[in-house]
């Protein structure tokens, strides 16, 4: 248990300064145990919209999901994750005691196929732990490096809207794997590695627009380096940049702990 006695949430205010307002010294943490039995569900879908909606629906259910993820048809062809027709894809993993799961694995089955789905199936053992390395691994792969990633923030609810509105390049070919529930996704652009800085400075720039018309936003975790100089991977903050500077002249008034590391160029 983290007692926070000072009236921040000590724990997230550290991990999500990253080094900026302190060196974290010691970490203990609780661990949950392993679900004693799982199994991935995964549905196939002829739209995004379909997708998302159906995932909204199992996020927002009785069921609780290991993890829920949705990802597109170029993810699927370049990640190699399923070889199974499809626009959008759906992956439910699910776990606890057999009576539990079974109940979670009627009620998502239910929920996909009120979606309309293009296909259902249960995949289990090696099969289910190949498709989520692939997703999870997906865009930090050596043998699949994307030429610009990004992660970026939405409302839940705007996650579909993120891929169709950030749209391909004639250029690059964009893929999207999405955490639909939390409102995440991470969207990567594949092309030629050697292109010029130029030209990721104009997707990111366009995918930043879009992205701040969906009221999210977008942090840049690869790019060229010559990319970085003039284009801020962070994105602005916005209004909370004036609680986040107030943090930090308390914690670190000098400005020594790694400056220009963050947001703001804090």
């Excluded at 970490?27 to 039995?37: D, H, I, M």
């Excluded at 293009?118 to 053992?125: H, W």
């Excluded at 794997?177 to 720039?205: H, I």
């Amino acid at each position: 248990v983290v007692k926070n006695v000072s009236g921040y949430d000590m724990a997230k205010l550290h991990i999500g300064s990253i080094g900026t307002l302190g060196v974290i010294a010691e970490v203990s943490f609780k661990l949950t145990p392993l679900p004693r039995q799982e199994s991935t569900i995964l549905a196939a879908f002829d739209s995004a919209q379909a997708c998302h909606s159906t995932a909204m629906a199992i996020f927002n259910s009785d069921v609780m999901p290991l993890s829920l993820m949705a990802f597109d048809a170029n993810a699927s062809r370049l990640g190699e994750v399923v070889d199974v027709p499809g626009a959008s894809f759906l992956a439910i993993r699910l776990g606890g005691r057999p009576r539990t799961l079974a109940r979670f694995e009627r009620e998502t089955l239910k929920l996909c196929n009120h979606g309309g789905p293009l296909s259902v199936e249960k995949i289990d053992g090696v099969n289910a732990g190949d498709l989520w390395r692939k997703l999870t691994d997906f865009g930090w792969r050596r043998d699949l490096r994307p030429a610009i990633t990004a992660r970026v923030a939405v409302l839940p609810t705007r996650v579909v809207d993120v891929a169709g509105d950030i749209g391909e390049t004639e250029e690059l070919d964009v893929a999207v794997v999405s955490q639909t529930g939390y409102g995440m996704s991470q969207v990567c652009w594949f092309g030629d590695p050697n292109a010029p800085p130029g030209l990721a400075r104009k997707v990111l720039e366009r995918a930043r627009d879009a992205v701040r018309k969906l009221e999210g936003t977008l942090i840049v975790e690869r790019c060229p380096v010559e990319t970085k100089a003039d284009f801020d991977v962070w994105d602005d903050g916005g209004g909370p940049m004036k609680i986040m500077r107030g943090l930090k002249e308390q914690y670190d008034p000098r400005g020594i702990i790694n400056p220009g590391r963050f947001i703001g160029r804090i």
